[in-house]
């Protein structure tokens, strides 16, 4: 069994930061390598978008409205990602969703987080 635990969602005002962080978890000797690793976002009434992943090699992927403002990262040791989120504006408000991809055979599959929350007021 996999688990995702999110953190880092809140209120914020247009222009601030907030910093996502999604760390794996399972039963003991649960191997979640090679894996990739993102975030994606819902907001009401829209269906759920990519906002950015990270490939088990390190490379990255962003939506546009979102380059330049958002970085993400991961913490291989620690199976965990961040999204720092910089120069928040109002569109940005969702639930986020971590997502990991976990490409070995023994877990092989996609895994969610249970969202976290970020609201951005004008």
């Known amino acids: 069994q996999v688990q995702l635990a999110e953190s880092g969602g809140g209120l914020v005002q247009a222009g601030e930061s907030l910093r996502l962080s999604c760390a794996a978890s399972?039963?003991?000797?649960?191997?979640?390598?090679?894996?990739?690793m993102g975030w994606y976002r819902q907001a009401p009434g829209k269906q759920r978008e990519l906002v950015a992943t990270?490939?088990?090699?390190?490379?990255?992927n962003y939506a546009d409205s979102v380059k330049g403002r958002f970085t993400i990262s991961r913490d291989y040791a620690k199976n965990t990602v961040y999204l720092q989120m910089n120069n928040l504006k109002p569109e940005d408000t969702a639930v986020y969703y971590c997502?990991?991809?976990?490409?070995?055979?023994?877990?092989?599959?996609?895994?969610w987080g249970q969202g976290t929350q970020v609201t951005v007021s004008s």
């Open positions: 997502n990991l991809n976990i490409l070995n055979i023994i877990l092989r599959g996609e895994y």
């Open positions: 399972g039963s003991p000797g649960s191997k979640f390598r090679p894996n990739h």
């Open positions: 990270i490939l088990n090699g390190g490379s990255t």
